[in-house]
């Protein structure tokens, strides 16, 4: 038995079947690079779902955790934390003027701004909020309601009230959707899981107006796009509006779990003590994690950088068009792109996995692609390269 055989009959006997798995097991990781048990190398052009943004184990990140681990690990959220106030204040000097409420993850982010969304409501009788379809804001159980995917809700009724479904890009199916009861639209700017389909700026525009008319909230769901993925710090920055409430995770700590739900001043007090909480949330080794990550992002100019190599990751995805009839577009903004395909995605992945690069594939058919924001043009030749080679074996059932 191999080692790789023998951790996965660990999780065969002990672990629960809640996701689905490559025959892979992760040792380490150093930037671009990740390396399994079996020692073999593989170019990560996905880490963890945009968590490791920065690639695995950036240095401020590592060193960031090790001064902090030493001097205090957990500070319960009823006393003060100075590393929480520094990274709240470096949040919103990148965002809007507002307050940030700290948890673990994108769901928690999300569920805290679907609460303070109906508790701004609450007085006026608003509590319903539109979501788009083809959306993902998580799996908690609010959040795979608000996720406007069937796939993700069956087997989990009865579902939270309140959520109703618009169509993505489409401003008069939103307006079609709005009632008196309407306290929320929430939204990714760019719909990761449902296939890096960008909101375009008539939408985000039209949204924007609607929502100062009726006195509804503009949500932004940035767990994915967050943090520099797209050439903005944020991808809200891409358009000319600012949303009520965003929320945050993934690359936000570097590859430690940390997440935060960012809103306006004007609506951020509504949640009072007892209203809402998290125990780990913004923890001290979490925000050192995250403020060493702005402070990486900010020397190595990783913003700029996310919009110069995400157009040179885009140009050369492009041309794999030329050469493959069953590509069929490639879109996305900075370093977060996706090649959508004729046929099913899946073959394509397994072999770049046996070739030594790490991608992954959504709604069956678009190959989502975001390489941490120290990929080099180098890199992305080399992933690039391994992807032609691939697709020069794929055959095409007629």
Known sequence: MTKTEEVVQLYYEYVMPTYAKSPLVMVKGKGIKAYDIEGKEFLDFFPGWAVSGLGHCHPKVVKAIKEQVGKIIHVPNNYYNELQGKLAKKIIENSFEGKVFFCNSGAEAVESAIKLARKVGYPSGKYEIITMEDSFHGR?????????????????????????????????????????????????????????????????????????????????????????????????????????????????????????????????????PGTHASTFGGSPLACAAALAVFEAIEEGNLVEKAVRRGRYLHNRLSLLKKDFPFVKIVRGKGLMQAVELEIEGKQIIDKCVEKGLLINCTQKKVLRIMPPLVVKNADIDAAVAIIQEVMKGVTVEG
Do not use: W
């Open 140 to 272: 908690t159980l609010a959040a795979i309601t608000a996720t406007a995917q069937p796939k993700y809700q069956e087997g989990f009724a009865p579902l939270p009230g309140g959520f109703v479904y618009a169509k993505f890009n489409d401003l008069e199916s939103v307006k079609s959707k709005i009632t008196d009861k309407t306290a929320a639209i929430m939204l990714e700017p760019i719909q990761g899981e449902g296939g890096i389909n960008v909101a375009s700026e008539e939408f985000i525009a039209g949204l924007k107006k609607v929502c100062e008319e009726k006195k509804i909230l503009l949500v932004f769901d940035e767990v994915q796009t967050g943090i520099a993925r797209t050439g903005k710090m944020f991808c809200y920055q891409h358009y000319d509006v600012v949303p009520d409430i965003m929320t945050l995770a993934k690359s936000l700590g570097g590859g430690f779990p940390i997440g935060a739900m960012v809103a306006k001043k004007e609506i951020a007090d509504v949640l009072q």
